[in-house]
């Protein structure tokens, strides 16, 4: 059995950053760990992930060039490195696994393993 907790989230004014991490327990190397994020009225969306061991990543477009995902292996955890951040960032973000580490996928419905979320609040 996996479980993913996230932590990190909170308030921060517009061009700010936060980190967000996610330790997650059991077997989760040979995986695909991604975070997602879903705001007030809309669906949940991608936001970015990673696979490891050989090492792939993929990003929403929304999102290229101001998140950074990154994993640490030894300590279980995957972090999401987010600058410059916008209103439009704000949303509650979720850690996902998915079992299988073929190739990333960018649909919540391959992951397997959710954490319980994290908000972030960016006020315009």
């Known amino acids: 059995q996996v479980q993913l907790v996230e932590s990190g989230g909170g308030l921060v004014q517009a061009g700010g950053s936060l980190r967000l991490s996610c330790a997650a327990s059991?077997?989760?190397?040979?995986?695909?760990m991604g975070w997602f994020r879903q705001a007030p009225g809309k669906e949940r969306e991608f936001v970015a992930a990673?696979?490891?061991?050989?090492?792939?990543?993929a990003y929403a477009d929304s999102v290229k060039g101001r998140f950074t995902i990154s994993r640490d292996n030894a300590k279980n955890t995957v972090y999401l490195q987010m600058n410059s951040l916008k209103p439009e960032d704000t949303a509650v973000y979720y850690c996902?696994?998915?079992?299988?580490?073929?190739?990333?996928?960018?649909?919540?419905?391959?992951?397997?393993?959710w954490g319980q979320g994290t908000q972030v609040t960016v006020p315009s």
């Open positions: 059991g077997r989760t190397f040979n995986s695909i």
């Open positions: 990673i696979r490891w061991p050989i090492v792939n990543t």
């Open positions: 996902a696994l998915d079992r299988r580490n073929d190739l990333i996928r960018t649909t919540r419905f391959a992951y397997d393993y």
